[in-house]
């Protein structure tokens, strides 16, 4: 009777040890597939990047031209989608202190890479139209320093923030800026709390740039929002939207916008 149950007890032991070893086993077989299948994705992923990323550079060369394909690894599917498209409402990227922003009242002749000045002519189609900067965050605003600049002469305006108050600009002919009213800024992820209106008048019928600088005695960054009433605003720049995918169903998306060149920042700022 002893006899037996030491062969049980041995038989147990045996079976315990041999699923010990195998949950090992297993375990192992599953964190090495596991991280193979990983690193196989890592490495999609990174070919999906430069292969959207090379859609972006193909569409540049391009031009305004849309491509259905592009030249990707085997197996791997992309396109890339250029847009030019013209709304009533604009947003700049982040800006941060002294530095500006150039909306274009007017489009240039040529294209986006390569434009013309010499034809940078009034546009009869946008004249006479309100305009609207928006500008500042709930945590921040800066004073503003805008050139309007027309074929005739060049028209400015120094604006102080009234959220969060603060008088940064001093002097005479300061203006303050308005708390916005629904519809008053472009909608979107950007939530805007100051604005300051261009008259239709100076606007008027010669308009051809605006130039938009960030004022501030410390570090503010502020996205600028630009929106006409009654009309779309000129042409400011190009989107391009480039897509790849990869075998294993790995997606990537990548965006510029390209807009036209941005004057620089030593022209139409005034110091105060």
Same mark, same amino acid.
């Given at each position: 009777m002893k006899n037996i149950n030491q062969k049980g007890q041995t038989l147990l032991i045996a079976i315990m040890l041999l699923a010990?070893?195998?949950t090992v086993v297993l375990a192992v077989s599953f964190r090495s597939t596991t991280e193979t299948s990983l690193t196989k994705l890592e490495e999609e992923h990174q070919k999906a990047l430069a292969a959207a990323e090379a859609g972006i550079q193909a569409a540049l060369q391009k031009g305004n031209t849309n491509l259905a394909s592009l030249n990707v690894p085997t197996g791997f599917t992309g396109n890339a989608s250029v847009s030019t498209t013209t709304k009533t409402t604009f947003v700049s990227p982040l800006l941060q202190k002294d530095e500006q922003y150039t909306f274009y009242l007017t489009s240039p002749g040529g294209s986006v890479d390569d434009p013309n000045f010499a034809n940078l002519t009034p546009n009869s189609a946008f004249s006479n139209l309100p305009l609207t900067i928006c500008f500042g965050s709930s945590t921040s605003a800066p004073a503003l320093d805008i050139s309007l600049i027309r074929s005739d002469k060049v028209i400015k305006y120094a604006v102080n923030?009234?959220?969060?108050?603060?008088?940064?600009?001093? &002097? !005479?002919?300061?203006s303050t800026a308005a708390s916005p009213a629904?519809?008053?800024c472009p909608s979107g992820?950007?939530?805007?709390?100051?604005?300051f209106n261009i008259p239709p008048a100076d606007v008027g019928l010669a308009s051809l740039l605006l130039v938009v600088h960030v004022l501030s005695p410390s570090p503010i960054s502020t996205y600028l929002g630009l929106q006409s009433?009654? &009309? !779309?605003?000129?042409?400011?720049g190009r989107t391009i939207v480039s897509n790849a995918h990869s075998p294993g169903g790995v997606s990537t998306t990548v965006q510029l916008f390209q807009s036209y060149p941005q004057i620089p920042s030593d022209f139409f700022v005034t110091s105060f």
């Open positions: 010990t070893a195998l923030p009234i959220s969060p108050a603060a008088t940064i600009i001093t &002097g !005479n002919n300061v629904a519809n008053d992820t950007v939530s805007f709390t100051n604005k009433t009654g &009309g !779309n605003l000129p042409f400011q």
